[in-house]
């Protein structure tokens, strides 16, 4: 009986390791992780190669114009990659593979639609650019460092100079475009720009016949080819939506129809309408607490007077940077008293500080976070009123909301874990990354983190301003409302100071971001807290175990991480179905 034990025991060590390896090995990987490391080489490689400026000589920076080829080079890997993905054996996979296989299919066919897109808008605008082709076959030989005949390349360069000066006649009287087909068209000639400054500095000083023939010529060429991408960019008519209301904000709303779709891919199954439904619930709970504070604070219902009384708590100048130490010793310390997340120590070493200049400062009117927490706070070029403004804004109560939303175990922790867990996964979302550093929000206010009425009033300003955000970010982009409307919303019903509100409108709007980005916050928000309803009061996982592992899957869709955390039985052509908010 003796072997056979021995046998049993050893195979049941077996089955251990085997489980230990398989459950590490997912910390990390998939099964669609090859592909997908394939995929973004390649991009990159294609990326690099058609290139309308040498990245070598722009520090490694990768235009982002896309070439008619590079267009068309992308379009085509990305249809390898559908086909390849056809022949997977998604029922066969971990949950972790599934996932990613849907996100990653998802991401193709999102990146297929807008080359789709841009090659629509290019075909509007082509007409301006009758001698694009000549200049990408006069460039094409560099790539491979072929020998050239100078004397053929002046002669060439010359005709497509003579081209383009009549290109630039007949833009004179030309009618204007639509702003962002003119936007376009101006960076396609600075696309050709780029090839063509390529071309000139690899021949030039090393081929003597070239630099005897072509420099004039390539000089005369490329001023009059940025004479024209102005020219061009001169074109651009606003259309209704886009006009200056007053604000000195023009954004490009995108419409109903887009949200929706962007929405979709999301993975958030509401309507617009549906969300700012959920914003107005959310600001009426908001509401409530508000009146709780002001009753405490001895104002009575009058809670502008309550807030104006926080706002007046500022700090005096210099004195900022360590008001918010403080601040983060006390938010690290509470996670910590109640065992809340797995915080590393080189995660607290390695966070700083810096300060956000005045410029900076007309977007950016609060906190930016990170690994480096940057301040917003007056400088000496600044206006009495505007130093008045950034003080009162940013004020300790309402800093009590951002420190850790920024730090730990917010955004800082977030780009922490990310760099160590699943790092081939590039399913970043605002509704991951925002929404989860304002979960934390939540949660640290259901603990009791706010210490006083004045701190709830600091952290309900920005609670409010988050559902303020989906408000007057869906009715911009459904063309509801201008600029200026969501100014004097965010004064009037946040109670923002009117230069703080000015920032954030245009950053919404003309600050790179997505159209979903400012109502991904409350939204992502609570999906995460829904989850954590679902999982932790429940008590299928500690807070720790849930905390550990939203940063542990690294960012994705919050349905994607649920499908991950219940093991949900997932089909190819799964569609976002989830439900999340009940009140």
Not at 84 to 95: A, G, P, R, S, Y
Not at 496 to 507: F, L, P, Q, T
């Amino acid at each position: 009986m003796k072997k056979p034990l021995t046998l049993f025991f050893a195979g049941m060590l077996c089955l251990h390791f085997l489980y230990a390896q398989t459950s590490t090995l997912y910390l990390q990987t998939s099964e669609m992780n090859h592909q997908m490391v394939q995929y973004d080489a390649d991009k990159g490689s294609l990326m690099r190669f058609y290139a309308t400026s040498n990245p070598m000589e722009s520090r490694g920076q990768v235009s982002s114009y896309n070439s008619p080829e590079r267009r068309q080079r992308l379009l085509q890997l990305i249809a390898d990659n559908l086909k390849q993905l056809e022949q997977v054996e998604f029922d066969k996979m971990n949950i972790n593979g599934k996932v990613d296989y849907l996100l990653f299919k998802r991401n193709l066919e999102d990146e297929q639609y807008k080359l789709q897109q841009e090659q629509s808008n290019y075909g509007q605008i082509v007409r301006f650019l009758p001698f694009s082709d000549r200049i990408y076959t006069l460039a094409k030989p560099r790539a491979r460092g072929v020998s050239v005949n100078a004397q053929e390349v002046a002669k060439e360069m010359d005709g497509i100079l003579k081209a383009v000066m009549q290109a630039n006649e007949k833009l004179k009287e030309a009618e204007g475009v639509e702003q962002h087909l003119a936007t376009l068209a101006s960076e396609a000639v600075k696309g050709l720009q780029g090839v063509l400054k390529s071309y000139f500095a690899f021949y030039n000083a090393y081929d003597p016949q070239f630099s005897w023939w072509i420099p004039k010529t390539y000089s005369s060429l490329d001023s009059e080819l940025d004479s024209y991408a102005k020219g061009l960019l001169g074109k651009g008519k606003p259309n209704s939506t886009q006009k200056d209301d007053g604000s000195g904000i023009i954004g490009r709303p995108i419409g109903r129809e887009e949200l929706i779709r962007q929405l979709k891919l999301e993975f958030i199954p509401y309507t617009p309408e549906e969300l700012t439904e959920i914003a107005n619930k959310e600001f009426a709970w908001c509401d409530a607490e508000l009146l709780k504070a002001s009753k405490e604070m001895g104002f009575g219902t009058d809670w502008k007077a309550a807030q104006e009384k926080v706002k007046n708590s500022f700090v005096a100048p210099g004195q900022q940077p360590q008001a918010m130490l403080e601040l983060y010793e006390q938010s690290v310390a509470f996670l910590k008293k109640y065992d809340l997340v797995n915080i590393s120590p080189i995660a607290e070493e390695t966070w700083r500080v810096n300060m956000m200049s005045a410029e900076r400062q007309l977007v950016s009117p609060f906190f930016l976070g990170g690994e480096s927490l940057i301040i917003s706070y007056p400088t000496p070029t600044m206006s009495y009123d505007e130093k008045m403004m950034s003080m009162r804004g940013n004020n300790p109560h309402f800093s009590r909301a951002t420190v850790h939303h920024e730090l730990i175990a917010g955004h800082h922790l977030q780009g922490f874990m990310n760099n160590r867990y699943k790092t081939y996964r590039n399913f970043g979302t605002p509704f991951w990354h925002e929404g989860n550093a304002l979960y934390w929000e939540f949660i640290l206010w259901d603990m009791k983190f706010p210490r006083s009425p004045e701190d709830r009033i600091g952290m309900l300003f920005w609670r409010m301003h988050r559902c303020a955000r989906i408000i007057f970010s869906l009715n911009y982009h459904m063309g509801i409302w201008k600029p200026q409307q969501c100014i004097d919303f965010l004064v009037d019903r946040v109670g923002h100071e009117r230069a703080n509100a000015e920032g954030e409108v245009r950053r919404s709007f003309t600050g790179n971001y997505g159209p979903l980005y400012q109502l991904a916050y409350m939204i992502g928000g609570l999906q995460f807290y829904a989850l954590k309803k679902e999982l932790v009061d429940t008590k299928k996982m500690s807070y720790k175990q849930y905390h550990d592992a939203i940063l542990q899957e690294n960012a994705l869709p919050v349905e994607m991480l649920r499908a991950i955390l219940i093991n949900q039985n997932l089909k190819r052509d799964f569609k976002t179905q989830w439900r999340f908010y009940d009140k």
